[in-house]
């Protein structure tokens, strides 16, 4: 890319704001489950900080890791239901709602057939994978559990160095809704998975677009994220869910 080409690109715009996506449906607020909030206070200020971002409702995600996140329905509802008396209790009027985040490993087949995940709206389960490789019945488990009845969101599929174009197409082509995280579009993870997070814009393939806010130190960084060319692109394509959540 050409030097002045590369800067016109990404010189900032204004600021769009995500009222515009009403809802966020990935983020780690339930405190000292995962590896995002470990507190409930620091749960209430990035709550607080989405919310005076222009989000209005909150879904949020925490990982189920048969290894490391052994988190069952039943702790991450009372989980929400903490989070939530605290925010009746200090006034903040975000809707906050609680699902998973399901990484697919070699116990998830079971828990498909156990019927106890947690969805969101209209049956839709998140779902993520490890970044080295996809398990080898990935394509599997995604057409068991559209069988089962769910509908697949893939969490940050720009994030996958395993996974190509033509891979996403397919995934697209097979009815499994792709969720980018927002700090893609700034390069928080690197310039491959930033070029990658532009190219499936510009190819119509993302559904939904979420925060994956873990800590403070990323919800600092999501204002910056309004004023990408890549996040305008992406409201004017109208092609962006989150509102329907
Ligand atoms: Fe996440």
Same mark, same amino acid.
């Given at each position: ?13 204004? /600021? ?66 903490? =989070? ?8 903040? #009027? ?42 080898? +019945? ?22 996958? /160095? ?10 697209? #082509? @097979? ?5 980018? +995280? ?26 939904? =677009? ?18 990408? @060319? ?16």
């Amino acid at each position: 890319m050409a030097n002045w080409f590369k800067k016109w690109f990404e010189k900032p715009l204004d /600021p769009i704001g995500f009222d515009c996506l009403k809802t966020d449906m990935h983020s780690h607020l339930i405190p000292a489950i995962d590896d995002g909030a470990t507190s409930l206070e620091d749960s209430i200020n990035m709550i607080k900080a989405l919310h005076e971002l222009g989000y209005q409702k909150i879904i949020t995600t925490p990982h189920v890791m048969s290894d490391f996140y052994k988190n069952t329905p039943e702790m991450i509802l009372g989980g929400l239901e903490l =989070v939530r008396a605290e925010l009746q209790k200090q006034n903040i #009027s975000v809707e906050l709602k609680a699902a998973a985040e399901y990484y697919l490993d070699y116990e998830f087949e079971k828990k498909i057939k156990t019927g106890k995940l947690l969805t969101f709206c209209d049956n839709y389960i998140l779902v993520e994978t490890s970044f080295i490789e996809a398990p080898p +019945n990935f394509k599997e488990l995604i057409f068991q559990l559209q069988l089962a009845g769910y509908k697949v969101i893939l969490a940050h599929p720009e994030r996958y /160095p395993f996974m190509s174009m033509e891979d996403y197409e397919d995934l697209q #082509s @097979r009815s499994v809704f792709m969720q980018l +995280n927002l700090l893609s579009l700034i390069g928080y993870y690197g310039a491959d998975v930033q070029n990658k997070a532009n190219k499936m814009i510009e190819q119509e393939l993302i559904s939904f =677009v979420g925060t994956d806010c873990h800590h403070m130190a990323h919800a600092a960084l999501y204002e910056k994220c309004q004023t990408t @060319r890549a996040w305008h692109q992406l409201v004017k394509s109208r092609k962006i869910l989150n509102h329907t959540l």
